[in-house]
């Protein structure tokens, strides 16, 4: 186990949009970031293929590819990175102490970016179709689905949400739902219900994902009947909820009943010099632009909570 015994100014956990900017921002303002990036360095959009809503890429760019651009732009500047999960954190003392899988690393502020993992159904046939049909963001990947036929898996709001943006795309969406009642909000079911290209397949799961290299059907299976049909479709979203990245904080910070990090006052969380960024405290919008952005307004924020800490010391 290595102990590193100089203080850094800043740490930042996570190596996803969010991370990676706040680390571009911070290493050009002098903070020379240690970013701990985790074992699945590069976050979410390592997971996916085309990126069309980036701003800056007019052909679109592929996820891995963008998440590399970024990593090499932090690096010019100078950013550390270990490539490691965090086990633990300690933020009752100061300096703030981190604790990798084989480093300790003592820090003066830190920037958590460590995301909310999309859920996914977990059945073998799943994988391979990741980024080739099967989709967890409608917002970000609908149009590739235009004018075709899609499934949203889920009864939530969530489920809702992502089947109300992409009827709008596609000619038809269906529903499928493993149970006959749903958690979602009464009025935005019955929004959803009242759009005339939204159809609901209700005590259903997927029970495989069927095609060669991009999925062209699923194997439906009726859970109250036992029956199973194969149905041809274009693409399926799966919307049964996020996972917030922050079991290493429990006891730590203040979480909110899903885990996610409770935002104070913009980038601040419940303990002064401890900042969040991206998604792990973003229950609503959930894309790379806007992880993006609070890394940007995370590693402000930080250097002039370094620069307060320094008027403070001196005194
Ligand atoms: C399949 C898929 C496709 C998507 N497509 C798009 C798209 O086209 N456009 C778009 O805008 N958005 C898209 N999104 C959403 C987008 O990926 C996320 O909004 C974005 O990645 C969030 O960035 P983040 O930096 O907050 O978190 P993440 O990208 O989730 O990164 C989290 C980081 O934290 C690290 N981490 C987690 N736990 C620990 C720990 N204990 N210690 C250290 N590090 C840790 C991880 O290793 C990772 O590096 C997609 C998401 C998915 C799942």
Redesign the pocket.
Known sequence: MKDSTDIKKLVI???????LTAAIYAARGSLSPLV??????????M??TD????PGFSEGIQ?PQLMMQMRSQAERFNTRFINE??VEVDFSTRPFVIQTESEKVIAQSVII??????MWLGIPSEEKF??HGV???AV??GLFFQGKEVLVIGGGDTAMREAQHLSKICSKVYIVHRRNEFRAQPALLELVKSKPNIEFIIDSVIEEFLGENVLTSVRLKNIKNGTTSVMPIAGVFIAIGHKP?TE?LKSQLELDDKGYIKVFDETKTSIDGIFW????ADRIY????T?AAAGCKAALDVEDYLENLKIKQSK
């Open positions: 956990i996570g190596s996803g949009p969010a991370g701990i990036a985790g074992r699945s360095a590069g976050g979410q959009l997971l996916t990126v069309d809503d980036f996820g999960d965090v970016a460590t995301g909310a993992s999309a990741i980024g989709s967890a963001c970000c990947d990245n290493f960024a991206g998604d792990v959930k894309q790379a632009v992880a």
